[in-house]
């Protein structure tokens, strides 16, 4: 509760041995020996990685060609035949695309908006330590409370609506009251099923002793038709049109502020005192709330403040009470501390200034005096224990406060694309993109948008040159998708040499005759197809006509040369395969999920104007054994087809195992009605896993296609068979070399079947409902290497997480996703991809290969110089995804991102994304986990971290006091957002997380996206008792600081997988009825699931607000309810990441404090 830094050397390894010099004339001393203990080779990413070292030769399976020609022929040859469904789908024009209908979306990138950033980012200077004391217009800066109330970070619900996926058309309330008119599920079966079919019982499981199959004498029949009817319009997926609501730019104001007082000035910030040193800095009479007065901002943090005798309590100055001090940034009540009796959205008028206004003059901000604090010394830190000073929380870089400026700032304009090495508003901001040449920051996003030109200084800066690209990623409606082109059967234009494909960097010369390639130079024939005349620029006339000469993303369909065996593809399958032993039937769970699969599976990926999906389905069910069912249109009955012999699987079916849903419709039913009866009385614990992939995938391979498994498991799988698994939790590992095997697979058997897997296309999604440690690592390994998602719900019961467990299935059963994928990226030279995160494999060092990509998966991609960059012509990437539709064609689609080079490494600060940062360094660090202790991952980064900062220092930032902590303006977060990483539960474990919430987790982050990456490390907190139940906005959100928690208040908490509602001991009584129909605090249940549904604006605005978080996010995040004070409060404490941890994570403000001493270490 205090805000007391302290230095607690014991919290942070010490690296006082070997202090680092910093030089520009020595790059290698920062380089690779900090940062090699967590390097791998460049394929490390691959399935070898954990198991078995990785040797430049592995075993190859080739997946029709590598190599160059990897992603096709170099010429064209080949015949070409369309699949039924080839004609281009134009999801949101009907023309064709050599039609384009408005040539003007194409057109070049407006110079007003061009020239406007370009003067921007001219304006932007790197100013140095604060010599000036001069006031800042009101806002500037972080620490002060915005004083902007209109442009707060409050933004439309309804963009909240917008969700990456194709089920956010369908408010999740209304999909929920469908179902809930449906029996409840624990009974349905049983109340609509002759008791006679109870007899029947599971089949024996010794019955077939030979590999041979034995029919299942299943003639189970059933009438029940209850979800066989059309379906609701419920699941409806447009392939394109797949967000409900437009993000309503217009939600937020234009900024009270001058634009150019934005986010482009440093970040200065005191150096925290010594302990033991007294403090000067005058006391502050108001030290939340003084504007910010240095035009070097205000970091004004590491403020003195008043000396303070100690630890207890609050600074007599500040005017908190009992750990509630005030609220700031983003709230705009209760300024003056917590105000139990809250009375509105915004009950007091800040009293700090207003937007139009300035604020009076400020007090004189002593405490930014660099001089006036002496810095601190190692040793005398250590010999003076016991002093202490406070630094002001408010006074140093908020990531609200970044994330409310930059929505001011650049939610306005559309972001178009054509200016090379923009770097793109915040993920946190809602911003439209037009696509002027560049894939749009949802495909690609960029640590650095101004790549250094040599390796020395990216050496130097130590910042890590990454991508991070979601190659299929949902558009918002009104943002274009990428157009498909349709060459025929010559295939898409390519370089000659690298094989790159037509896109707008491009430079076509001799009238038009030959192009040269932007990424290695090449000069290439036009062929005579595709030749076009130049206009007097240099451009083909047809420039605008063509997306792949104007537009950063596209697609092309393929042709067979771009074809597994040079064949077209089969539309692809799904299987489900469900644990049908004990445990899952005891949990409710099987029944649940056959009831569901009845009205799921009206609603599988379609494409365009498809009527019904190409996809085919089938089934599995399993324990010790496996048993298949045939579910061919013809039959009146399924049958099954029990396979004992799990040590060699076969598949015993294949006429009838794949079948289409709406032919086999009643079949089908009819098995999902019998399946829970089945097994209802099963008495068998044991299951088998690996048998069950090698089914799946076998009986993809028979059909020949590629396809996704949906395995449902409930335990660790002991059954003598090929995968069987052993309980190896040790939480005694954990803090020693050995903690790695923790997230190693605990066989080889998973490795080498993840290739197979691979080969065929079999992507694999794992629903898994342990009841104690089922071993996640070793579990998700194929999963993950498949470009698959693994789901857990620990302690599974139908009433409790259900409804989780269903929402999350849907998502997956319905996203879009690619099959049988190759990724690879291209560079110009100088500088090419060297390593790859995601969930993929790796057979070579180039290409990604992705048994499936859905909609939601991103991969990044790390870069390194091999040679020197010209400021000239800038840097390029090309990634190009090739891969089977949901409707079986197969296409190419290809993402292209300029990007600026800098000779000054000023220019690199300047131009860097934090928040992409992070999501390269967290997966970096969660894959280092695999190989190194976690301590040395953390001392890494911690190391890492502190070299970016102090060459910006050194290099970039006018010479200072030492005592002063400069960090470049692009990355002020930097310090608490790598803390929040640090102290996850991968990294750091609390004594309550499991191995497997670890392994978990590591597998996710690996391939989340910016925006996902940063709403885990640092989760949105808004303040419920602050909304305008009157528009459609939440509040802004506020620190994740107990300190920022008025008792009064409720608030929601979410970070993408959980969400919590915080609830205040003295919360307001009005507000309790209003969202409770409850009179007090101690009546409220928390364990209540849902909100009850009450018909007032308070209570339908925060189920709107709640709706709205889980339609954004690609995880159902079920609600816990917290009271203050109750003891689930600890597990909610866990997330308000800027407080000192009670597994030991540091504040963030100790934090900083401690990464300015690895600055200063590093600077001496
Ligand atoms: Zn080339």
């Known amino acids: 509760m205090n805000y007391f830094c302290y230095f607690t050397h014991s919290v942070f390894p010490s690296k006082a041995g070997s202090p680092l010099s910093l030089s520009c004339d020595s790059p290698s001393s920062v380089s690779p020996t900090y940062f090699g203990p967590l390097r791998g080779p460049p394929t490390s990413g691959t399935l070898s990685s954990p198991i078995a070292p990785s040797s430049g030769s592995q075993i190859i399976y080739n997946h029709y060609g590598q190599g160059d020609a990897q992603n096709g022929p170099a010429t064209t040859a080949g015949y070409m035949q369309r699949p039924p469904v080839s004609q281009p789908y134009m999801s949101t024009t009907s023309q064709p695309v050599n039609q384009l209908p408005a040539h003007q979306q194409y057109g070049p990138p407006a110079t007003t908006s061009s020239q406007q950033l370009t003067n921007q980012m001219s304006g932007l200077q790197i100013t140095g330590p604060p010599t000036t004391t001069g006031p800042l217009p009101p806002g500037q800066g972080f620490g002060p409370p915005a004083s902007h109330p209109s442009s707060s970070g409050n933004f439309h619900a309804t963009t909240m609506a917008y969700a990456p996926y194709s089920t956010a058309n369908v408010p999740q309330s209304q ?11 624990s009974n349905a079966n049983a109340s609509h099923i002759p008791h006679s079919n109870l007899s029947q019982g599971p089949p024996p499981s010794g019955m077939p002793q030979t590999p041979a199959a034995t029919m299942g004498s299943q003639g189970i029949s059933s009438t029940k038709t209850a979800f066989s009817g059309p379906p609701p319009q419920l699941y409806s997926v447009p392939p394109s049109g797949s967000h409900s609501t437009p993000p309503a730019s217009t939600g937020i104001p234009p900024s009270a502020f ?17 302990p033991g040193q007294t403090l000067s800095g005058p006391q502050v009479s108001q030290p939340n709330h003084v504007p910010p007065s240095s035009s070097q901002m205000g970091i004004s943090g590491m403020s003195p403040g ?53 604020p009076p003059a400020p007090p004189p901000q002593k405490r930014l005096d660099p001089d006036s604090i002496p810095s601190p010394q190692l040793n005398e ?39 090379r090495g923009q770097v793109p508003p915040l993920v946190t901001t809602n911003f439209v993109v037009k696509d002027q040449g560049n894939a749009s920051p949802r495909f690609m996003r960029c640590t650095a948008y101004n790549m250094p030109c040599t390796s020395d200084m990216a050496k130097q800066s130590q910042v890590p040159l990454a991508a991070v690209i979601k190659p299929l990623a949902v558009l918002p409606p009104e943002e274009m998708p990428p157009y498909i082109l349709d060459h025929g059967e010559s295939g898409p234009v390519r370089c000659n040499r690298c094989k790159a494909y037509m896109c707008p960097f491009m430079q076509f010369i001799e009238g038009g005759r030959r192009f040269q390639c932007s990424f290695c130079c090449c000069v290439t024939e036009v062929p005579p197809h595709y030749f076009q005349h130049l206009d007097h620029t240099g451009k083909r006339v047809d420039y605008y006509e063509r997306p792949e000469l104007s ?24 299987i489900f395969m469900i644990d049908v032993s004990y445990n899952a039937v005891k949990s409710g769970l099987v029944n649940l999920l056959c009831e569901e699969l009845k009205t799921l599976l009206d609603y599988l990926p379609r494409e365009g104007s498809m009527e019904e999906t190409a996809i085919r389905v089938g089934f599995v069910t399993y324990n010790k054994v496996l048993h298949f069912y045939n579910v061919k ?10 396979v004992s012999d799990v040590a060699d699987m076969f598949v015993p079916l294949l006429d009838g195992f794949l079948v289409n849903v709406n032919e086999s419709r009643t079949v089908i039913n009819s098995l999902l009605e019998q399946i829970p009866e089945m097994f209802a009385d099963t008495r068998e614990t044991e299951t088998v896993f690996g048998p069950v992939i090698q089914a799946g995938m076998e009986a993809l391979k028979a059909a020949e296609c590629a396809g996704k498994l949906f395995i449902f498991h409930s335990s660790l799988p002991i059954a003598e068979a090929p995968g069987k698994l052993k309980n190896r939790d040790d939480r005694k590992l954990i803090n020693t070399d050995k903690e790695k095997t923790l997230f190693q697979p605990q066989c080889n058997f998973y490795s080498n079947l993840a290739k197979e897997c691979v080969t065929q296309g079999c992507c694999v999604d794992l629903f898994l409902f342990p009841n104690q440690y089922i071993d996640v690592a070793t579990l998700g390994y194929i999963p993950y290497h498949t470009g698959g998602s693994v789901y857990k719900y620990t302690y599974f019961q139908v009433p409790a997480d259900g409804e989780r467990f269903l929402n999350d299935l849907r998502r997956d059963v319905q996203k879009i996703v690619g099959f049988d994928s190759v990724m690879r990226v291209r560079t110009s030279t100088g500088f090419r991809a060297t390593d790859f995160f995601g969930t993929f494999y790796m057979s070579n060092t180039t290409d990604v290969e992705l048994a499936g990509l859905d909609c939601d998966k991103t991969i990044t991609v790390e870069f390194k110089h091999d040679d ?27 993402h292209n991102l300029s990007l600026n080079c800098c000779t000054q490494l000023a220019d690199l600060y300047r131009n860097c994304e934090t928040d992409t940062l992070i999501n390269f360094l967290a997966k970096f660090a969660f894959r280092g986990v695999l190989n190194n202790a976690t301590k040395t991952v953390r001392d890494t980064l911690i190391s890492q971290c502190a070299q970016i900062l102090a060459c910006y220092r050194k290099n970039c930032a006018s010479p200072s006091s030492a005592g002063q902590l400069i960090l470049p303006e692009c990355m002020k977060l930097l310090p608490v957002y790598l803390n929040c990483l640090l102290k996850s539960d991968v990294l750091q474990p609390g004594a309550d997380t499991t191995t497997d919430d670890r392994a978990y987790l590591r597998q996710l982050v690996t391939s989340m996206d910016v925006a996902e990456t940063n709403v885990f490390f640092y989760p949105r907190l808004v303040p419920v008792h602050k909304m305008d139940v009157d528009s459609d906005t939440v509040p802004g959100a506020i620190r994740d600081s107990e300190e920022r928690l008025s008792k009064g208040g409720m608030y929601l908490l979410e970070n993408g997988l959980n969400l919590f509602l915080w609830i205040g ?63 689930l409060e600890l597990l909610f404490k866990h997330f308000l990441v800027e407080d000192k941890h009670v597994n030991g994570g540091a504040s963030y403000v100790d934090f900083l404090c401690h990464m300015h001493k690895e600055i200063r270490q590093l600077l001496s």
């Open 306 to 358: 008043p000396p303070i005798s100690g630890l207890q309590g609050p600074p007599a100055v500040a005017p908190t009470q009992q750990g509630f001090p005030p609220q700031q940034n983003g709230s705009f009540g209760q300024v003056r501390g917590p105000q139990p009796n809250y009375s509105g959205p915004y009950p007091a008028t800040p009293n700090y200034g207003s937007p139009v206004a300035p």
């Open 633 to 642: 249109s013809t039959l009146a009955q399924p049958q099954m087809m029990v």
């Open 868 to 894: 020197k960059l010209s400021e000239d012509t800038g840097a390029f990437i090309q990634c190009a995804l090739l891969y089977t539709s949901c409707s079986g064609q197969r296409r190419l689609r290809i």
């Open 175 to 185: 999909f929920s009251t469908a179902n809930a008119s449906h029996p409840p599920y």
């Open 258 to 274: 001058p634009s150019s007082v934005g986010s482009q000035r440093p970040s200065v910030m005191q150096g925290p005192p010594l």
């Open 1065 to 1127: 001991v003295n919360v307001q009584q009005s507000l309790l009825q209003s969202i409770f129909n409850l009179p007090s605090f101690n009546q409220i249940d928390p364990n209540m699931s849902a909100l009850p549904l009450l018909d007032n604006p308070w209570s339908k605005k925060l189920r709107d607000v709640i709706d709205a978080f889980r339609a954004q996010r690609p995880r159902y995040m079920k609600l816990l309810i917290i009271k203050q004070e109750d003891k």
């Open 381 to 419: 830190m250590s010999s003076q224990p016991k002093s202490r000073h406070r630094i002001d929380p408010d006074a140093i870089p908020s990531p609200i406060q970044v994330i409310e400026d930059d929505r001011a700032n650049r939610s306005t304009e559309p972001f178009s694309t054509g200016v």
């Open 551 to 574: 537009m950063g993303s596209y697609e092309f369909l393929a042709t067979v040369d771009y074809c597994k065996n040079n064949k077209l593809p089969e539309p692809p399958a799904f």
